[in-house]
């Protein structure tokens, strides 16, 4: 059974910090694997999606890597800003779960100004 | 629509009465997801539709829980004699095509059962 985890729980750092967050997945026959930013009372956002076949994605200052073979995926954010806190949340769609979503518990990220 | 639309935004339900949610997804998007998510907790996966076929509903908690597409477009979560254990935020979300595409989520509806 898949089973999705992150890394850290909390996250509190000075604005300008750059910043990684960990997922890793126990299943690596996945289809792909997306992240995404929850806002209180403003529901999901999807950030990146990566493809299986593919190792990173960019958008911004984020970057977000996939390493398929030891179930890991990171969530880079460049000079943070205030403006990114929020709560973190990796999900994978993997064959073994088709057409759902398995998602970590997410990592609550308070950027300080 | 710009992105996905649900409401009520909020619902107050007593124990024992039948709630109605409605997803409005984009326009166009084939594929369309329910979630359940519980404070403190990611979204647990209740339904997925692909137009208007439901094509797994193995998530749904209990046969009190029925969700239609009927035309392929708006959708409605509907809960019968609700639970005080069925409060949470109900997240719609849809996807272009396949399942496999991004999932664009709408705002929750956050029910509350007394």
């Known amino acids: 059974k898949q089973e999705v985890t992150q890394i850290p729980a909390a996250l509190s750092v000075p604005e300008g910090e750059n910043l990684v967050l960990n997922c890793s997945f126990t299943d690596s026959a996945i289809y792909n694997l997306q992240w995404f930013r929850q806002d209180p009372g403003k529901g999901l956002t999807s950030l990146l999606l990566i493809q299986s076949s593919q190792r990173e994605q960019t958008s911004g200052r984020l970057n977000a890597s996939l390493d398929k073979s030891s179930g890991r995926s990171t969530l880079y954010i460049a000079a943070s800003q205030p403006g990114d806190s929020a709560t973190y949340l990796c999900?994978?769609?993997?064959?073994?779960?088709?057409?759902?979503?398995?998602w970590g518990l997410g990592t609550s990220l308070a950027v300080n100004p | 629509g710009a992105g996905v639309s649900q409401s009520p935004r909020y619902k107050v339900a007593k124990r024992g009465q039948d709630v109605a949610l409605r997803c409005d997804p984009i326009?166009?998007?084939?594929?369309l997801f329910w979630y359940q998510q519980a404070l403190g907790q990611g979204p647990e996966f209740l339904t997925y539709f692909q137009n208007e076929a439901q094509l797994d509903k193995s998530g749904l908690p209990s046969d009190r829980f029925f969700a239609e597409r009927p035309e392929g477009s708006v959708s409605t979560l509907k809960i019968q004699r609700t639970q005080q254990e069925d409060s949470a935020v109900y997240l719609c979300a849809s996807s272009f095509a396949h399942y496999t595409d991004t999932q664009y989520f709408g705002p929750g509806t956050r029910l509350t059962v007394l």
């Open positions: 326009s166009g998007h084939v594929s």
């Open positions: 999900a994978v769609i993997d064959a073994g779960n088709n057409r759902k979503l398995i």
